[in-house]
């Protein structure tokens, strides 16, 4: 039974205390590298294909109307009932004589159809011969050209039309019905057209119609060959329309009450013949009394929407296009409904004559074919509307007011509910196409088009489905409206639409859309989301389309943006930055543009944004600027090498993203300055070369940096004023390559300014070394390229050799291909390497991903083929490996250099952001949705372990600390160790791969290579994000961070490089050396890391940027780190010659060192600050001796000897026990007052295998569990005894 102390309550509650002021509401804590560009591929979406836009629009043109009445004498083989049918085009022709009541209906007919179409050509025919028909059509399809011919037959005054496809017409005298077969109305029409045909057995037609089709197709057959005409028929039949009164066995209704041309009458005036329909119907009680005789009177015009009529006529086109839409497939719907405004109105009509024909008996055909709607739910609505419209009818016959139907109230109602309710998976809201109608309307368009934006939020399927019921054209003309209220409705339904089809940019250039974006932009009241999406659609319109650019440079584009780069919108500075370089891609009136708004200069401050996609658009339009294909004058040259100049600090960046696009901007530049950047390349060369045989020598700690002459690089063009200030103000920006050094372009005054050019060349030739050899394999790949590139043209020659270039040259030496090409690539610093290390044979490359998984990474080695080897000065620069074979680089690496393809997807992939719902709630914060509900599992679990874990905190000062409950043996000799804090997982890094293991039940759960360079290592790891979505982040001594997502997931074997970057580009190569050191704060996001450098860099991992960097004071390296957590303002450096070193980082670098802790003598092996508001600070060296310290004082309070040496220390973050490993094979566990209480010498078994010599140690953050790695590869996990009575 366990003794417990008397104060263990007092333990155990300072435990509780100190618990809960560091891990306290951990949903709130920062998530790192969690956003939407760490999750994704920078990659464009894929690109659907478009079907909502017409490839042609078509309208109809011509006219016939062929009317075949025979007034008076009714055909033979109809028997007509008394009283019958007699209305033809609402003219009773037996009130009048013959040829009158013949040429009124005639123009009748004509006046309803031009309601439709008022432009086209209309022509009569009245009781017309065979060859008054062909005159007539061929005359029509002649002039009408490609354009669509309507055929209207009336055939009430012949007899029915025959089997072989006959109809009939009269001889001259009228004294003869005279067949005229449809073949040849068929060739004397041609096609495009539309046939309506008014009579008795209409269905015959249709059938014989199709029928001559075919035999057009047998006879083209014989003659052009079979498939050629199959095309060809089937292409005519799509081209040609039908529209037939009945069936091939229907008579037309013979109803006295009807007109005997119900057909034409439903096609015609749809909206009269519906209000008849309805009297006759007699279901009108909501409306007793109403007669035919009121119906007739019903006040107002067809086109004014604010009388009777007008309206019921809205509503019943809002009705039909919906029918339409909802019934018919999409690519018929936009043929008949949406390519000729005529068609569309008739086939509107049609389906109204399908519900009333059908009432009779009779059911009209069309061709092609419609699925059945007269039974389809809308009808009901549109009953309702003309039980409540005319129920006002008495009233307003007495002139009083007429109140509007609450129709479109409602419809607007119904799709507001499917939208709360709606889903993708869900059929369509049958009230879209209701919602275009109403945009035309003032009193409901504000909240149409709110309803519309809603709609379009939900993606991409539903931008595509509001284009194809018709809303764009729409949507264009609304931007010529004034009304304020409608632009934060109207940038963002332009801003969708773009975002899904990008091909609208010619109808907004065509319509001068952009000058209502371009005012938005302007507008310094509009939220900075608004303008977002307005400078959006900017970009999009100018993208690749040389009218959009002008258009906006008309605009005073450039000039809007640059008053906006100082907003607080991160998001509205980037696509600033991405519309001023989409404005200047090869067009270099807007870069002169540009420049005269000294766009580039202000642009430089976005060089340095908090925001990494800021950072990344500002050098995307940076590197367009200086990429125009035109030819370079002297002041174009001098502001070229500017804005390279000027990048070169974008090189230390700490976002991959940004790197890639200073690639991309690079390689304009390199392309056209060729030549001189493969004489700086051969400079270099030489350079190489004389170090080799003065090499340096190691002394001391460090390598003695020997100092090198510039040698011969080609004179340049003079270096205008204007660059000269820009040189001034970068030359610190020149990299400190040990051994590299150029002087400053402005140091001195004496300097020429073709020297000062020469220094752009090298920095930036300098800046490609180092992005060639960076961690991250996409920025390492590209660089590469344009490495090889330089590489080939400078060893292409035998020797180095100036390139003369005149002062009045206005453009760069054309390049030329070389004939060789190498694998070997220049080295820049990863930093324990200078420009001097070798490149291995690439035959041998270090993988990323998976160690024995069998499975390769999507990723390729951030540094492959590059491998180096270490402090070593054996190899010149471009020297190839030992094994590599020139006729094979002339084979495999051959590059062409006048099209040297680099770019990236970080525009199109920004674009994709768009796409994206904007009002849908966030997962996380839905409670009903999984990654809800597993991150809240998560932070139960957390709490869970941390309250377990408080009983053995409490009693581990003074409990055995032996029971090995995990042994096992490592690929590799573990050199760090760590504890994930939640999950039973210890991370165990060995050179530069880790491997995974379950500590609790035993299995090794993967492993993964980190991809280092050959001969550096593994020197950190930390666990970030470990509360919630965990990412493992591994430092190596070359100083190089990466960070991995998925790397022992087994539903996804390739682990996921969320990010890289140089953490420390000045390591200094040391005799004895720390590596990389960090220290990961949760609670700020902040990365401190330092290592075999004089000072601590801060990272702000949020903003992937250096914060600031501590000089240590120190003529050591920094061993160790730890930080003030909940303060954020201490931090505490353990140091190579035995100082301890306190900084306060709320001080100026130069003045935050504000303590130094001399006592130890040796090399500091651990530093650790406890918690609690009395915490004291607790070194250990490698003498062997422990001391504690408090803050305020440069005299420790207390000290321990405990062993002669240490190799490794480590201090329980929250239990009283700290572990001491030496070379001498044990493990010593004390508590912190140096009672000794346990040591480990043997693993547990009856005959234990004595322990290696320690390399590492680590404690859990929470449980009193101990991980141990020995030399010999073993690994051990140690736990207090935690026995019960």
Request: glycine letters at 6%; one cysteine or more; aromatic letters at 8%.
């Amino acid at each position: 039974m366990v003794t417990v102390p008397k104060d263990m309550t007092k333990a155990f509650a300072e435990c509780t205390v100190y618990d809960e002021e560091s891990e306290n509401n951990e949903a709130s804590l920062p998530i790192a590298y969690n956003e939407t560009r760490h999750l994704d591929k920078i990659e464009g979406s894929k690109k659907v294909t478009q079907t909502w836009r017409m490839k042609e629009r078509m309208k109809t043109v011509s006219v016939a109307l062929v009317l075949c009445l025979n007034v008076g004498v009714d055909p033979p083989d109809v028997v007509k009932t008394s009283p019958c049918a007699r209305l033809e085009c609402w003219i009773d022709p037996l009130a009048q004589s013959p040829q009158k009541a013949l040429e009124a209906i005639g123009g009748n007919l004509q006046k309803q159809y031009e309601r439709w179409q008022p432009r086209a050509r209309y022509k009569q025919t009245l009781d017309p011969t065979v060859e008054e028909v062909k005159k007539l059509c061929t005359s029509l399809r002649r002039n009408a050209k490609d354009e669509r011919v309507l055929f209207h037959y009336n055939g009430h005054g012949v007899p029915k039309p025959t089997s072989n496809g006959e109809i009939w017409v009269f001889n001259k005298s009228y004294t003869q019905y005279i067949p005229l077969s449809i073949y040849d109305l068929q060739t004397w029409m041609g096609s495009p057209s539309i046939y309506v045909y008014d009579c008795s057995h209409a269905g015959v037609i249709v059938d014989c119609f199709k029928s001559f089709l075919l035999q057009r197709e047998q006879e083209s057959a014989v003659v052009n060959g079979k498939s050629h005409s199959s095309v060809t028929t089937v292409c005519y039949n799509k081209q040609c329309i039908q529209l037939a009164a009945c069936g091939p066995t229907e008579l037309l209704p013979m109803n006295p009450d009807l007109p005997a041309d119900l057909f034409t009458s439903c096609l015609t005036t749809p909206i009269k013949i519906a209000l008849m329909w309805y009297v006759l119907q007699n279901t009108s009680k909501l409306v007793p009394g109403l007669t035919q005789d009121m119906v007739d009177k019903v006040p107002g015009q067809l086109n004014d929407r604010q009388t009777m009529l007008g309206e019921l006529n809205w509503i019943f086109t809002a009705i039909t296009d919906t029918i339409a839409w909802n019934t018919l497939p999409r690519d018929l719907f936009q043929r008949l409904f949406r390519q000729d405004l005529l068609v569309a109105s008739l086939f509107r009509n049609f389906l109204l004559s399908e519900r009333i024909m059908r009432s009779y008996n009779c059911t009209p055909i069309s061709s092609p074919k419609l699925p059945p709607t007269y039974q389809h739910p809308m009808w009901e609505a549109w009953d309702l509307a003309l039980d409540l419209s005319l129920r006002q009818l008495p009233r307003l016959l007495e002139d009083e007011c007429f109140q509007h139907s609450p129709f479109f109230t409602e419809q607007l109602t119904a799709f507001d509910v499917w939208l709360k309710y709606g889903a993708e998976t869900r059929a369509p809201p049958e009230q879209l196409p209701i919602v275009l109608q109403v945009l035309l309307s003032q009193v409901h368009r504000l909240r149409a088009l709110e309803l519309l934006k809603r709609f379009l939020d939900l993606g991409p399927w539903a931008v595509s489905l509001a284009l194809s019921v018709g809303i764009f054209p729409y949507v264009l003309k609304l931007l010529q409206s004034n009304a304020r209220e409608l632009r934060p409705l109207l940038v963002f339904i332009w801003a969708k639409i773009l975002s899904v089809d990008s091909s609208c940019q010619v109808d907004l250039v065509k319509d001068n859309g952009h000058k209502y974006f371009l005012n938005v932009l302007g507008d310094q009241y509009m939220p900075s989301e608004q303008k977002t999406m307005a400078v959006f659609v900017l970009a999009m319109m100018v993208n690749e389309y040389r009218q959009g650019q002008e258009a906006a440079l008309q605009g005073n584009v450039i000039s809007i943006c640059l008053e906006q780069l100082s907003d607080t919108s991160a998001l509205l500075r980037k696509w600033l930055g991405l519309c001023l370089a989409k404005v200047w891609t090869n067009f270099d009136s807007a870069r002169w543009c540009g420049v005269r708004d000294s766009a580039h200069e202000k642009l430089y401050k976005l060089l340095t944004d908090p925001e990494p996609e800021v950072r990344a658009a500002a050098v995307y339009a940076l590197g367009m600027f200086i990429s125009n294909v035109s030819e370079k004058s002297d002041h174009a040259t001098s502001i070229d090498l500017g804005v390279g100049m000027r990048l070169v600090q974008v090189a230390s960046d700490g976002s991959p993203l940004v790197r890639k696009e200073l690639v991309v901007a690079y390689s304009g530049l390199v392309q056209h300055f060729e030549v001189h950047f493969a004489a700086a390349a051969a400079q270099q060369m030489d350079d190489e070369k004389q170090r080799e045989r003065t090499a340096a020598v190691v002394t001391g700690e460090t390598v003695a940096p020997s100092q090198s002459s510039l040698g011969s690089i080609p004179p340049a063009p003079p270096l205008p004023h204007m660059f000269t200030s820009s040189m001034e103000t970068t030359s610190h920006l020149d990299l400190q390559l040990p051994g590299n050094r150029v002087p400053r372009a402005a140091s001195s005054n004496t300097i020429s300014s073709n020297l000062m050019l020469n220094s752009v060349y090298k920095n930036v030739w300098k800046v490609l070394l180092q992005l060639s050899c960076d961690p991250d394999p996409g920025v390492s790949r590209m660089a590469k390229t344009l490495v090889d590139l330089v590489r080939n043209k400078s060893t292409g020659q035998t020797r180095p050799r100036q390139v003369s270039i005149s002062c009045s040259s206005n453009h760069s030496v054309p390049s030329s291909p070389s004939n060789r090409s190498q694998h070997s690539m220049p080295v820049s610093t990863p930093p324990q390497v200078t420009l001097t290390n070798v490149l291995d044979d690439p035959a041998d490359p270090r993988p990323i991903g998976r160690v024995g998984s069998g499975v390769g990474p999507s990723i390729s080695n951030p540094t492959s083929p590059y491998q180096y080897t270490q402090f070593t000065r054996s190899r010149k620069l471009f020297d190839k490996g030992p094994n590599m074979v020139e006729d094979r680089d002339e084979e495999n690496n051959h590059l062409n250099r006048q099209s040297v393809l680099i770019s990236t997807d970080f525009f199109e992939w920004s674009c994709k952001q768009f796409l994206q719902p904007v009002n849908r709630l966030c997962e996380v914060e839905d409670p009903e949705s999984d990654v809800f509900m597993e991150r809240t599992f998560r932070f139960d679990r957390n709490s869970q372990v941390r309250t377990e874990a408080l009983e053995e905190q409490a009693v581990a000062g003074f409990s055995r600390l032996d029971n090995e409950i995990f042994v096992n043996k490592n690929q590799g000799v573990p050199s760090v160790l760590k504890f994930h804090p939640y999950q039973s997982e210890l991370a165990v890094a060995f050179k530069d791969g880790i491997a995974f293991w379950n500590w609790e039940q035993g299995p090794r759960l993967g492993s993964l290579s980190n991809g280092n360079p050959r001969n550096t290592k593994i020197t950190s790891l930390e666990y970030l994000n470990a509360h919630d979505n965990t990412l493992l982040l591994c430092g190596s001594d070359d100083g190089c961070v990466r960070v991995w997502r998925d790397y022992i997931d087994e539903q996804n074997p390739n682990p996921q490089l969320v990010s890289a970057f140089q953490a420390i580009n000045e390591m200094l190569p040391l005799t004895r050396g720390s590596g990389l050191v960090t220290n990961w704060e949760q609670n700020t996001g902040s990365l401190l890391a330092s290592g075999d450098v004089r000072f601590i860099r801060v990272w702000d991992v949020e903003k992937e940027l250096k914060v600031q960097d501590i000089p240590t004071g120190a003529d050591s390296c920094v061993t160790c780190l730890a930080s003030d957590m909940a303060g954020r303002s201490l931090l505490i450096a353990g140091c190579g010659d035995g100082t301890v070193r306190l900084f306060d980082r709320r001080l100026s670098p130069t003045e935050c060192r504000v303590m130094t802790l001399r006592e130890h003598g040796r090399w500091i092996v651990k530093v650790h600050l406890q918690k609690g508001p009395d915490g004291k600070i607790v070194t250990a060296s490698n003498a062997g001796d422990v001391r504690f310290w408090d803050p305020r004082f440069t005299e420790s309070v207390r000290s321990m000897t405990l062993q002669s040496s240490f190799t490794a220390v480590d201090i329980h973050p929250r239990a009283d026990v700290l572990a001491c490993g030496s070379q001498n094979q044990y493990i010593g566990v004390y508590n912190q007052s140096g009672d000794s209480l346990s040591t480990l010498k043997y693993h547990d078994g009856f005959i234990g295998q004595r322990l290696g010599a320690i390399t590492s140690l680590s404690f859990h953050p929470y449980k009193v569990k101990l991980a141990a790695g020995t030399s010999d590869s073993y690994i051990s996990v140690y736990s207090v005894s935690m026995k019960r009575s």
